[in-house]
């Protein structure tokens, strides 16, 4: 009888153009190596705590029964509040697959071969530690934002705060991709940036024209 395929689908996610994707494509690598037939990359550089991410969201689309969705982190899945992170992987298990994630235990496999009691201690338990991880991820979120508030109230009172620096790169990679025809929902996709930001950086350029 022939062994059913492992099929994988992976998740790379970044939150700044200045972060680079390539450390995280050897996950690709190893997810082949590991025996899985990688079934699509999902690559974008957006902020974990959004979930209107627009290849993330096409991934959970494209999820069949069986397949298991591959990143690096359970951060580089979720930084939402634990509510609205529990939302979104029960999207993914909706689709019938599952996270396999460092860090994260998957006790799937012997919660399934288990009945009675043990199989619910072990579901249990699972549920559990996937609570936790999120909710670590969403806590590093807010510790990271409350020390970047803290700098720059710091830095206000030093008269050295000069405001957030323009990200000159997207807005290039913006107006170049408007210029060329895209659509604004594109363009974002392309850009690796919000639809907002598509209009704002759009309608300036615009402007000055």
Known sequence: MAIPMKVARIYLRVSTDEQDLSRQAEIEH?????GYYVAGVYREKASGARADRPELLRMIADLRPDEVVVAEKID?????????????????RAQGARLAVPGLVDLSDLAAGADGVAKIVLESV??????????MARDDYETRRER?????????????????????????????????????????????????????IWALHRAKT
């Open 30 to 34: 190893s997810t082949r190596a590991a």
């Open 76 to 92: 580089r899945i979720s930084r939402l509040p634990l509510a609205e992170a529990e939302q979104l992987v029960a999207s993914i």
């Open 126 to 135: 699972q549920e559990l530690l996937l609570k936790l991880a999120l909710q």
């Open 148 to 200: 970047q508030r803290q700098g720059v109230q710091l830095a206000k009172v030093a008269g050295k705060y000069t405001g957030r620096k323009a990200d000159l790169t997207t807005h290039q990679r913006i107006v170049a991709l408007r210029g060329a025809g895209h659509t604004i929902e594109r363009t974002a996709e392309l850009a690796g940036c919000s639809i907002s930001q598509v209009k704002r």
